[in-house]
């Protein structure tokens, strides 16, 4: 059977991946001056890209977020607010940030006087979002919000409200929404390839974790919050509906004290319109990588699926062939780009809102055992 992955769709996604990955500046160089490092911000300015600040530089933004930063064609890395004072000067002379642009926790509401930044990037444990969010869209710059968006829906609410009353644009950290192989299965759902979706599976599992992902009052939860949640987005994007109805059931702990304030693992069910139904899974203790449909004339499935890179697809027609591409650049230019052309982003506050919403329904099903409905 001929690959449903011509070449020719592989080459020209190359080719905007190759656009998107761009101009890959080294900044590793330091020892600037102020004055030196100001002028190299004003001259990102020049070129019309929007400075974004990140807040709380831990491993997402050192690993993934500020390396994606030296990538990105419409945005760069302007500004840090950290806590913590070693981290600042790191940041400060790796990438060239000026100490005007440096600010922590308390004087974090002085970025509304700072002209380099446009964007505020909130990366913090997911109970501090709701009040940096707000704080953020107090300054009048436009907002990222890291996953899950905040771990009530009352919060959420309270963010949304926020960035409308200051009229600015929020959006959620939900880079897989501009990776191809999540992409794909977003247009195989759509475009029903495979005929009408029947099933759907999706897990999500990692096994070493520690730091506040273990506290329910910093988490709101456990690996449901955190990484459960790319289950529930990757059954909402693919089949491009919502679900009606959730079941749970808490899987029983290897390691009761480590987890006494978090589920160690969950399976869930949703039910979606047409009879579409889908198996979750999330766990702390095991790795699992998995988002599939079957559908009345065949099936796709990404494995791993949720992955920064090395995300893999096939069908029953064949492999996948797509680039590996920076997910955190894409979804960061995106944003810079709705802001520039006054657009909705493709993830807002609203859709965070949401799996929030849902994430709140699996637990209470999980925590009575009924079947909750979500209205
Ligand atoms: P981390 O623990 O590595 O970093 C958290 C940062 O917050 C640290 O710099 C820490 O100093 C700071 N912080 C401030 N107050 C704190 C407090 N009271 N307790 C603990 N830390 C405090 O976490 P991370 O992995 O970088 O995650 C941060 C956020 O980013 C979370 O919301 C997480 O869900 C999200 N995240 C998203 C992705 C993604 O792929 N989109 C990946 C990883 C993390």
């Not at 656009?19 to 600037?32: D, N, P, T």
Request: glycine fraction near 8%; aromatic fraction near 8%.
């Amino acid at each position: 059977m001929t690959s449903k992955y011509p070449r020719r769709k592989f080459i020209r996604d190359v080719s905007a991946s190759a656009l998107a990955m761009g101009s890959i500046s080294s900044f590793s160089s330091c020892g600037l001056s102020e004055h030196e490092k100001t002028q190299k911000m004003n001259e990102q300015k020049a070129k019309g890209k929007y400075g974004i600040a990140l807040v709380g530089l831990g491993k997402y933004s050192e690993g993934q977020l500020a390396p994606a930063l030296q990538e990105t064609q419409q945005c760069y890395l302007a500004g840090i607010v950290t806590g913590t004072p070693s981290k600042a000067d790191k940041w400060k002379s790796k990438y060239r940030i000026p100490q005007k642009n440096i600010y922590d926790y308390n004087t974090f509401d002085q970025i509304r006087d700072n002209d380099d930044i446009d964007i505020i990037y909130i990366v913090l444990p997911n109970s501090m979002h709701t009040e940096y969010v707000i704080r953020a869209a107090r300054t009048g710059k436009h907002v990222i919000c890291e996953k899950p968006m905040a771990v009530t829906v009352e919060d959420c609410d309270r963010m949304i409200e926020a960035c409308k009353k200051a009229g600015v644009m929020l959006s959620v950290g939900y880079r897989l929404h501009f990776e191809p192989y999540n992409v794909e299965m977003m247009r195989i759902g759509k475009e029903k390839d495979f005929g009408d979706i029947k099933t759907l599976t999706a897990d999500n599992g990692m096994a070493e974790v520690d730091g506040w992902r273990l506290d329910r009052e910093l988490a709101g939860g456990g690996p449901l919050m955190d990484v459960g949640i790319y289950c529930v987005q990757g059954c909402r994007y693919t089949t491009g509906l919502e679900p009606i109805a959730v079941t749970a059931q808490e899987s029983s702990k290897t390691d009761p004290e480590k987890f006494n304030s978090i589920e160690e693992g969950l399976t869930w069910q949703m039910e979606f319109p047409n009879g579409i139904k889908a198996a979750c899974s999330t766990s702390y203790s095991k790795e699992m990588n998995l988002l599939r449909i079957d559908a009345a004339k065949g099936w796709a499935e990404l494995s791993p699926a949720y992955e920064y890179t090395g995300i893999k697809g096939k069908t029953s027609q064949g492999d996948m062939k797509f680039p590996q591409v920076n997910q955190q650049a894409r979804q960061m230019d995106d944003f810079a780009l709705a802001i520039r052309q006054n657009r909705p982003t493709p993830v807002p506050g609203e859709m965070g809102r949401q799996d929030v919403k849902i994430l709140r329904a699996i637990y209470e099903a999980m925590e009575t055992g009924e079947r909750v409905e979500i209205g």
